[in-house]
């Protein structure tokens, strides 16, 4: 099994086998049945080529992913592909290979003649590309590996989508939530990039994903209780308890603290996405900032209308903080549009919202911001 990541998932195999099952009773469990069938009678030789194929397309896809825009393309060499065939042939001798029983990022195992071994996602990236990377998850799917070095992202956006417990093994929710996210983060590059006299805007990396061991109505209420009982939505699990308004940035900070990232990034912003499921879009407050680090509310990466303002102020003003903006209104002197600044409060017109003289002179002068 993986480590680190991996090292707490026992508690949701049954979880996932109940999902695996529902995928396979989906009209094709015969087919899987009998394919595994004939892979066992080809024997061992052609069980290893066709593992050793998997193996390297997983790092091709890693390498090259289509889904990244030119800006973000041109930083994704931060993540390095693993080689899991040669992890398998190095650790466990020139015999074994790598095999995938399913499709999930934590099927991936070394086949070791007739037993099979566990694979130290770690271990595998220092070995592979030196003693300062670890791994990261791009996604829940058996290609989503990848190793980084987080020197590598100085003065980069690096997101990173935190999933509940109860989904984190549906490779297809993952993913949604993935893509969802990186919209709402292009979205927002471009707005910046709008609005700035300069153009400049930020640089972001892919998102990296978290399994949390905490479900997805345990982060919904935690979103719901940052603001009044007035003000939550009739959905919310707890209604009437006083607001907390950053217990919930709190639980994501200490959950983005248990990935490989560092405990108190210094050189690289963290924008946590909590993905509780596509259909989250009532459960959107909660986005706060604190440091290098943001929370965005489950209705973020449920954002799937296409509509352009989806995501963009909670984003857009929790990421301007990051940035060192305070809110727009508190300068002294004052603005006079200081409402209008998405560091304020623009409302349903926040795509007309605006940097401010004082916050612009401020942007150009931050190492996130680059033509």
């Not at 934590?106 to 003649?113: E, I, P, S």
């Not at 999933?163 to 979205?187: K, L």
């Not at 449920?302 to 060192?324: I, K, Q, S, V």
């Amino acid at each position: 099994m993986f480590k680190l990541q991996h090292q707490n998932c026992t508690k949701f195999q049954r979880r996932r086998h109940l999902l695996n099952e529902k995928r396979l009773t989906r009209g094709n469990q015969r087919g899987i049945q009998q394919g595994q069938a004939e892979r066992r009678s080809r024997g061992g030789e052609t069980l290893r080529s066709a593992s050793t194929l998997v193996a390297m397309l997983f790092i091709a896809n890693v390498a090259t992913s289509a889904m990244l825009s030119s800006a973000a393309l041109a930083q994704s060499s931060i993540f390095k592909p693993m080689d899991i065939d040669g992890y398998c042939r190095d650790t466990f001798g020139t015999a074994a290979f790598a095999i995938l029983d399913g499709d999930h990022a934590f099927d991936w195992k070394c086949q070791v003649g007739a037993q099979t071994r566990g694979i130290a996602s770690g271990a595998l990236c220092k070995e592979q590309w030196g003693a300062k990377f670890v791994e990261v998850l791009l996604g829940a799917g058996a290609e989503d590996w990848a190793c980084v070095n987080w020197e590598d992202a100085k003065d980069m956006v690096v997101p990173m989508v935190v999933v509940s417990s109860d989904y984190f093994f549906d490779v297809a929710e993952v993913r949604s939530a993935v893509d969802a996210s990186e919209a709402v983060i292009e979205r927002t590059r471009d707005w910046y990039r709008d609005k700035m006299a300069s153009n400049r805007t930020f640089i972001s990396t892919r998102p990296i994903v978290k399994l949390s061991l905490v479900n997805g109505r345990e982060w919904n209420n935690l979103a719901c209780l940052t603001g009044d009982p007035d003000v939550r939505s009739p959905l919310c699990p707890d209604l009437n308890s006083p607001a907390d308004r950053f217990e919930f940035l709190r639980v994501a900070i200490a959950e983005a603290r248990q990935s490989t990232i560092p405990a108190n990034p210094t050189n690289f912003i963290v924008p946590i996405f909590v993905f509780t499921g596509s259909d989250s879009d009532a459960f959107g407050l909660g986005a706060a900032a604190q440091g290098a680090f943001n929370v965005q509310p489950p209705s973020v990466p449920a954002c799937r209308t296409g509509d352009p303002a989806c995501g963009l102020y909670a984003f857009g003003h929790e990421l301007g903080h990051n940035f060192g903006l305070p809110h727009t209104c508190d300068r002294n002197p004052r603005e006079p549009e200081c409402f209008s600044s998405i560091m304020q409060n623009p409302g349903a017109a926040i795509l007309s919202a605006i940097l401010t003289t004082n916050e612009q002179i401020q942007l150009n002068a931050s190492p996130y911001l680059v033509n």
